[in-house]
């Protein structure tokens, strides 16, 4: 295991590049990114096994996928900053004849990415299928994917969701990041969702929760869980409680910077809370 | 002139069934997937020889598309099939984002398009996919004639890298196309040559613009016929050198007049070859419950209707 101040340095190197990426274009979403810097810091420094060339097929490698796009500034970052590809290429973010797209997609070739996502709740069929297919193959690595809470209002989330239990989908672990903000709201305002948990374990998944998702010692310990939970007959989901905006204490409990930039004044506050660790791009 | 025998009706659907039972036979790659609907979709041989590469998805066909795109993720060339309806105007976001943008060698393969799915009527009816489907960057779209060329197309596309819509249909209809036929994608099929004008079909009505031009030919008049499968990529230096000699063109098809194959024509012709074109097809309007052939008459799907759509470009040139 990494050493934890390692991490969190790294996290916070992380959020650093989310808010500048944000900033530079004056668009993008800070929100949900920073709420998930600890899960992709985990994810891809500590849990996954990931090959160290990018083949689109992934054969013995973990994959991940990401459900809600949105939060590509931490997927980009932490993509970079893990290898996938020039860290100076997040300076491209958002503008025009870049890979670096407002969403992920793999029609520009960014290695890391392998599924556009952005319309919200195709991504667990993805995955579903990716886990179908590492099935065939005989390939025992795990499929990760995250999905938003508010994206979860979407429909075809829940066929996918009783197709992975009917048909036993045992190499899936599926986040859901709680925040329970979406953009015109919070998720208890805008269409409440009742106790997931129990929709969860209803539908036949075995559920576990993560009570502080910025808390990086909690997300590790809460995927290497779920990964002893793999292979038993039933898909894996982690609930995933976090703060949107966590690390920027204005950013933070808030729906408001879902997909808002932080003007000059706001970034300089908002990086005087995260100091510089790794080195800026 | 020469003549076109129908070896005995079959129906298209049953060219993709088996179709994909040869693939299974002889690409360990080639999975299924289905959203209720396997024996309309011919898939139970498929299923029965390789059960471990089938996936019954229930009536969900937005998931059934993302899965599908997922297990291309893996190396897997993915035959996802449902009703044209549900295949396209029911999942045209999974498609677009999870398989066309993100380029996902998944074929999309469609039955019981148009309005000859018949009595079930407009509902399950399509006369919209074809515009849908081809209007998607990189998308292929294929439209078959029979059951022999809908077998060649479905092992053909399997060999294609890049995502494919094949449409087909329900009812038997005549089957004329060689058994052996090497079927290539975004190459036209030549069926009669002639000087006056061309008439290009595609799906059902290929059969009809063959009745068509021998009826035609006994009132003297010489009509080049075009059978284009492949709507996208359009096989366009065919269509030109063809409208260069006649003149004038006759596009039919399943289909409603927008977003069609007589769009792709016309614009087609519009930068290359400018002619007069008349468009048997749907005009607008949803289909309704009837047999097939009751519909194929009332809204000009037929032999009849290229006929007189012949004559009145005639008339313009």
């Not at chain 1, 996290?11 to 800070?30: E, M, Y």
């Not at chain 1, 991504?123 to 809470?149: P, Q």
């Not at chain 1, 979860?152 to 599926?174: P, S, T, V």
């Amino acid at each position: 295991m990494s050493d934890i101040q390692e991490l969190k340095d790294f996290a916070t190197q992380v959020r650093r590049d989310i808010l500048r990426q944000v900033h530079k274009v004056n668009s993008g979403h800070p929100g949900g990114s920073l709420g998930c810097t600890e899960f992709f810091t985990a994810l891809y420094k500590e849990v996954m096994h990931q090959n160290t060339d990018f083949d689109m097929n992934g054969k013995d490698e973990d994959l991940f996928f990401l459900s809600n796009g949105h939060i590509s500034p931490v997927f980009y970052s932490v993509l970079a900053r893990t290898g996938y590809f020039p860290v100076d290429e997040l300076n491209t973010f958002r503008l025009i004849n870049s890979r670096l797209q407002g969403h992920p997609t793999t029609h520009e070739g960014l290695p890391g990415i392998r599924i556009a996502s952005g319309s919200l709740g195709q991504g667990m069929s993805v995955a579903i299928g990716a886990a179908e297919a590492k099935k065939l193959n005989k390939d025992k690595h795990l499929i990760f994917s995250l999905h938003g809470d508010g994206e979860l209002q979407e429909g075809q989330n829940w066929e996918a969701i009783m197709y992975a239990a009917a048909n036993k989908i045992d190499n899936l672990i599926a986040t859901v990041d709680l925040n329970g903000q979406q953009i015109d709201g919070s998720t208890e305002t805008v269409l409440p969702m009742g106790n997931l948990k129990k929709k969860f374990e209803a539908f036949g998944w075995d559920v576990i929760e993560i009570e502080d998702g910025n808390d990086i010692e909690q997300v590790i310990d809460g995927l290497k869980e779920a990964k002893t939970h793999t292979g038993k007959g039933k898909p894996v989901c982690i609930l995933m409680t976090t703060v949107m905006g966590n690390g920027v204490d204005f950013m933070m409990h808030t729906h408001a910077w879902h997909g808002k930039a932080p003007n000059d004044e706001q970034l300089e506050k908002a990086l005087a809370q995260n100091p510089e660790t790794l080195g800026d791009y | 002139m020469k003549k076109y025998t129908d070896t005995g009706k079959k129906d298209t659907r049953s060219g993709f069934g088996d179709g994909l039972t040869e693939l299974g036979r002889k690409n360990p790659n080639v999975v299924a997937l289905c959203a209720d609907l396997v024996g309309s979709l011919k898939m139970q041989d498929f299923i029965d020889e390789n059960p471990e590469r089938f996936f019954q998805v229930g009536i969900a066909e937005a998931n059934m598309i993302g899965i599908a795109a997922g297990l291309t993720i893996g190396g897997k060339i993915p035959f996802a099939g449902t009703f044209a309806n549900f295949a396209t105007g029911r999942v045209y976001d999974q498609i677009r984002q999870s398989v066309a943008y993100s380029g996902k060698n998944v074929k999309i393969c469609a039955s019981h398009s148009g309005v000859t799915l018949g009595e079930d009527g407009a509902t399950h009816q399509i006369l919209e996919d074809i515009g849908l489907m081809k209007m998607l960057p990189g998308m292929t779209v294929i439209n078959t004639c029979d059951y022999n060329q809908t077998k060649a197309a479905t092992l053909a596309i399997a060999e294609h890298e890049g995502p494919v819509y094949l449409r087909f249909g329900r009812p038997k209809v005549a089957n004329f196309t060689p058994e052996d036929q090497n079927f290539e994608i975004g190459k036209a099929v030549n069926l009669y040559e002639g000087n006056d004008v061309t008439i290009i079909a595609t799906g059902h009505l290929v059969w009809e613009a063959i009745q068509a031009a021998e009826k035609l030919s006994e009132k003297g008049i010489s009509a080049e016929v075009i059978n284009i499968h492949t709507i996208k990529p359009l096989d366009e230096e065919t269509i030109i050198k063809s409208v260069k000699k006649t003149g004038c063109v006759v596009t039919a098809e399943e289909h409603n007049f927008l977003g069609g194959l007589g769009e792709s024509v016309a614009r087609t012709l519009a930068e290359n070859n400018p002619a007069p074109q008349e468009f048997v097809a749907t005009q607008d309007t949803f289909g309704e419950s009837g047999t097939p052939e009751q519909l194929m008459d009332k809204y000009g799907l037929n032999a009849e209707a290229i006929i007189k759509a012949t004559e009145k470009v005639l008339s313009r040139k």
